[in-house]
């Protein structure tokens, strides 16, 4: 006999399995393999980072920028 909490296990996870693949197609493409400022070559390791789109010294001046702008 199935348990009800065994039922509801599942439909939980179902729900959770569900949720997150929404989520990941709602996502932006992530990572490059170049640099979208300069065109250089993003260092693998960083570019598995969440929205490593810049090589570092772009992603640099990028965030200097942006402390700029919000002062
Ligand atoms: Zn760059």
Known sequence: ????ADVANDITEHQIKVALANHQANQPKRGGIYCDDCGEAIPPLRATLVNAIRC??????FEAKARL???
């Open 1 to 4: 006999m199935t348990d009800i």
């Open 56 to 61: 570092i010294e772009c992603q640099r001046a």
């Open 69 to 71: 702008r919000g002062k």
